[in-house]
C-alpha cells in the first residue's frame, strides 16, 4: 500500500486546531504509516498545541490584517510573500497527496500555493459565514467541508458537502461520564453545575460579567466552573471557593483539559459561540446562552448562535445586552426545566457526530483517485 502524505494546516485559535488534529487522528487511525505535517503561524497557539498532539508542525512568519491602521498592517504584504515562499519550500520538499486547510491566515498561503503546484486541496469551513480567506480559496480547492447549509452563495455547490465540525471523539458519550465527573470535578449532585466557557483564549466580555455577578450567582444555589482564560487567569483567580469563602463552590480554571468531563458535568451552559463550540455543545446537547464575540471576522460568532437559536436550540445574548438582560434570562432559563429539556433536545438534533470519519472518506476519495 502507498504511504499517503497530508498537510495540515489551521490555527490562530482552538476552533481552527483541534479540527486539523481531529482530522489528523482519523487519517493516523486508517493509514497508520501515513506522513502528516502541520503548517501554522510561527507565534500562534499552534506551535505549542500541535506538537503536544504528537505531530510534526512548521511556522509561517503570517499575521491577519488588523481592523484599524497599525505597524502590523504594513508589514501584511512582506508576510505574505514570505509565507508564500516558505509554504512553495514546505510542498516542494514534503510532497503531500493531500493539504487540508480548517482556517486562519496560515492556511491561506499553504493552500494558495498548493492549488498552484496542482496538489489537490480541502477546505474545512466550520461557521455558518465563511471568512475571506476560504471564499478566495475555494475557487481552486477540490472539496470544500462545511458544517452549516445554506453556503451556495459563498461556495461552488458542486464542490460543497455537508459534514459538520470535527469534534473529540471523547464527546459523543458524555451522558455515561456523569458520576465521573461529579468526582473529578468535587461537585455536589444536587446542585446544579453553570459552565461558563471563553473560547480557547478566554472573553474578557464575559470574564467582566461573571465578576460582576457572582454574588448574585452564588445566591442561585448552583456550583460554577468558569474557564476565563490563560490570559486572564491572574486576575480572575481570586474568585476561586479555595481563595474567597464562597458560596456555592467556584472554580476558575485556565484552561480545561477535560472537555468531555466538564461537559458531563454541567446542567447550564454559557458560552462564546466559535465553531467549535457551537459544534461540541450540539453533540452534548446541553442548554445553552450563547455570548457571540463582536470582534470577529464577519460577525461571524452571530451568525453561528443563530442558526441555533432559529432551530430553537440556544439564547442568543448580545454584549450589548448583558447589562439590562443577563440576569432575566438567565433567572428565568434557571427555574424553567421544561425550557432546559427543549433546548437540550432541539441542539442536539442539529449535532453531526460523524463529521471528522466523514471529511476523512471525502480526503480519501481525492488520494484513491
Not at 158 to 173: A, F
Not at 189 to 200: H, M
Not at 215 to 240: A, F, H, R, T, V
Not at 327 to 334: D, G, H, R, S
Request: with cysteine; glycine share 6%.
Amino acid at each position: 500500500m502507498k504511504q499517503y502524505k497530508f498537510i495540515l494546516s489551521g490555527g490562530g485559535t482552538g476552533g481552527h486546531i483541534y479540527p486539523a488534529v481531529a482530522i489528523a487522528n482519523e487519517l493516523k487511525s486508517r493509514f497508520p504509516n501515513c506522513e502528516i505535517l502541520f503548517v501554522g503561524a510561527q507565534d500562534k497557539m499552534e506551535m505549542q498545541k500541535v506538537p503536544q498532539a504528537g505531530y510534526n508542525i512548521k511556522g509561517l512568519w503570517i499575521a491577519g490584517i488588523q481592523r484599524k491602521l497599525t505597524l502590523q498592517n504594513t508589514m501584511f504584504p512582506l508576510k505574505l510573500a514570505s509565507s508564500l515562499i516558505k509554504s512553495f519550500s514546505i510542498l516542494k520538499q514534503f510532497k503531500p497527496d493531500v493539504v487540508i486547510g480548517t482556517g486562519g491566515f496560515a492556511s491561506g498561503a499553504v493552500l494558495k500555493v498548493a492549488s498552484m503546484l496542482g496538489i489537490s486541496t480541502v477546505i474545512q469551513e466550520q461557521n455558518s459565514y465563511p471568512g475571506i480567506t476560504n471564499k478566495l480559496l475555494s475557487k481552486k480547492a477540490n472539496k470544500i467541508c462545511v458544517a452549516y447549509e445554506n453556503l451556495e452563495r459563498f461556495f461552488p455547490k458542486d464542490k460543497m458537502i455537508l459534514t459538520g465540525n470535527p469534534v473529540r471523539q471523547d464527546l459523543i458519550s458524555v451522558s455515561e461520564k456523569r458520576s465521573e465527573a461529579i468526582d473529578y470535578f468535587k461537585l455536589d449532585e444536587n446542585k446544579k453545575t453553570l459552565l461558563i466557557l471563553g473560547g480557547s483564549l478566554g472573553s474578557r466580555r464575559i470574564n467582566q460579567l461573571i465578576a460582576k455577578e457572582i454574588d448574585w450567582l452564588s445566591s442561585q444555589n448552583i456550583q460554577i466552573i468558569w474557564q476565563c482564560g490563560k490570559l486572564y487567569y491572574d486576575e480572575y483567580s481570586k474568585y476561586n471557593s479555595n481563595s474567597q469563602n464562597l458560596n456555592p463552590k467556584t472554580q476558575v480554571l485556565s484552561f480545561i483539559d477535560r472537555m468531555d468531563l466538564v461537559y458531563a458535568a454541567a446542567d447550564l451552559v454559557i458560552s462564546r459561540s466559535g465553531a467549535s463550540s457551537v459544534s461540541e455543545l450540539a453533540i452534548v446537547g446541553k442548554p445553552v446562552i450563547f455570548i457571540p464575540s463582536p470582534n470577529v471576522a464577519e460577525d461571524h460568532q452571530t451568525k453561528n448562535a443563530q442558526a441555533i437559536v432559529d432551530k430553537h436550540g440556544a439564547i442568543l445574548l448580545k454584549e450589548s445586552e448583558l447589562d439590562s438582560e443577563f440576569k432575566i434570562v438567565f433567572e428565568a432559563l434557571l427555574k424553567d426545566k421544561g425550557k432546559q429539556e427543549d433546548l437540550s433536545k432541539n441542539i442536539k438534533q442539529l449535532a453531526l457526530p460523524n463529521a471528522t470519519k466523514q471529511i476523512v472518506d471525502e480526503i480519501l476519495k481525492l488520494v484513491e483517485s
